[in-house]
């Protein structure tokens, strides 16, 4: 063929001509629609329209700046005080995290271009697995993709008809998803409800039992009862599984997380947990605990085998993120604080902010419509959070989320605690 000679002519002609030949095609497909995709549009159109019915339309909001505590928003003006993030500890966008990922990103590429087991597996991924099993003091670790990748993995590759998994009713998704790819048997017990999840395990005969919760749920900011959680695993010899992405890195004295703030380190067998929250908040999730499980894991779970390798920048600043989170308890303070004052300010103002002693924070205000309200003049006076309502959360339940950060000033904060202050009035949240 000419073609070589042709782009040695006229490379960006050749590049042109294809360009509008792929074009044309496209164009005569849209003029006489495949059936197939007219049905389809009908039934979406009718799905589409239930969702909005629902009041369950997610709106994206497109930021035009990094993640931080200052965000820009595209088609606003100015600046928006940021309370939605799980950038707990301020990692996000963070100036040391930022340079490793950029060093990452240039001694190891942009990506590997392979799954970990063909030839997706650097230095740098063995170094994080390393790290992250000396930080929660456990035998192994494998990386994955992110959490959820994780959860999807785990409950499939380790349990079978013979074994059974019993998990908290308000647990994350990805956990729920993981659970329905296994075969063993599956028990939901009542949110944190220690008692009826005691009957489950006393009627059961199942060869591995698994206990599996949040560390903390994420809509109530509140804590599992790991103590009593790890009673009834050892009554009935069952395993804990913790997947604590809402707490590693920040909570405890020294972030490792939900089995420090309950002052019972070691006691969940299982640790699941995100890199794409506190710790860096870039992407990425893993597991750790016994070494056999972790290497059955790196053998048949499918979202490790079948998914591409973490990239090395996203690595790398992961690895910074650990430095940070366990050279200094500096940012831990300053969230605990930032928590505190929030959480006192509210209150005194005469609003109820839900959960535990933890940075998310639910402002809860009762009917949904209410809470909209609540979160649009929030957004008013500059200040960005997100109002929850069924289905997510219970009906009558409805909520403004906080999230504290680090990163965030006692300006900030004392800024958000007015405008809450104000709306809630204006609202008639606060009586008086
Ligand atoms: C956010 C979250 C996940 C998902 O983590 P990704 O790394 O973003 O996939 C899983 N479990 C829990 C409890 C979470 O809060």
């Not at 271009?113 to 997706?120: H, P």
């Not at 790398?316 to 929030?342: C, I, P, Y």
Request: proline share 4%.
């Amino acid at each position: 063929m000419a073609s070589g000679t042709f782009w040695m002519l006229n490379p960006v002609g050749l590049k042109v001509y294809a360009g509008k030949q792929a074009t044309r095609q496209l164009h005569e497909l849209n003029g006489k629609e495949r059936a197939g995709v007219t049905k389809l549009r009908e039934v979406l159109d009718d799905r589409l329209q239930e969702i909005k019915k629902a009041k369950t339309w997610k709106h994206e909001r497109i930021l035009t700046s990094p993640q931080d505590t200052k965000i820009r928003v595209q088609g606003a003006e100015g600046e928006f005080l940021n309370f939605c993030a799980n950038n707990y500890l301020g990692l996000s966008n963070h100036p040391e995290v930022v340079e490793a990922a950029r060093e990452g990103l240039r001694k190891y590429g942009a990506g590997l271009s392979s799954v970990r087991f063909i030839c997706g597996t650097q230095t740098l991924h063995k170094e994080l697995e390393h790290r992250l099993s000396q930080f929660h003091g456990r035998e192994d670790t494998i990386l994955y993709g992110s959490c959820f990748d994780a959860n999807a993995g785990l409950f499939e590759s380790m349990l079978t008809p013979e074994d059974a998994v019993f998990s908290d009713a308000l647990n994350h998704a990805s956990i729920i998803d993981g659970i329905r790819l296994c075969k063993a048997q599956k028990y939901r017990y009542p949110h944190r409800d220690l008692s009826e999840l005691e009957h489950l395990l006393a009627h059961s005969e199942a060869r591995i039992k698994l206990i599996v919760t949040d560390g903390v749920f994420s809509m109530d900011g509140n804590v599992a009862p790991l103590p009593g959680l790890r009673n009834l695993a050892d009554k009935y010899r069952a395993l804990l599984a913790v997947d604590d992405s809402h707490a590693t890195g920040f909570l405890g004295a020294t972030g490792r997380g939900t089995e420090e703030y309950c002052n019972i380190m070691g006691a969940a067998d299982i640790i699941c947990s995100t890199l794409g929250k506190a710790v860096s908040g870039a992407a990425g999730g893993y597991t750790t605990g016994p070494k056999e499980l972790i290497t059955l894991l790196r053998n048949v779970s499918r979202p490790y085998l079948f998914s591409n390798a973490p990239p090395p920048p996203v690595v790398a600043a992961s690895l910074k993120s650990l430095d940070l989170v366990e050279g200094s308890s500096e940012l831990r303070e300053r969230l605990q604080q930032n928590t505190r004052s929030f959480r006192e300010g509210l209150k005194a103002a005469g609003l109820t902010v839900a959960g535990d002693d933890h940075p998310i924070c639910p402002v809860m205000v009762g009917e949904a419509p209410l809470a909209v309200e609540l979160a649009s003049g929030m957004l008013q006076r500059g200040i960005y959070v997100v109002a929850f309502s069924y289905p997510v959360v219970p009906k009558g339940g409805a909520r403004v989320r906080v999230q504290l950060s680090a990163a965030h000033t006692p300006e900030d904060v004392n800024r958000a605690v007015h405008a809450f202050t104000e709306v809630g009035k204006n609202i008639g949240l606060i009586k008086g």
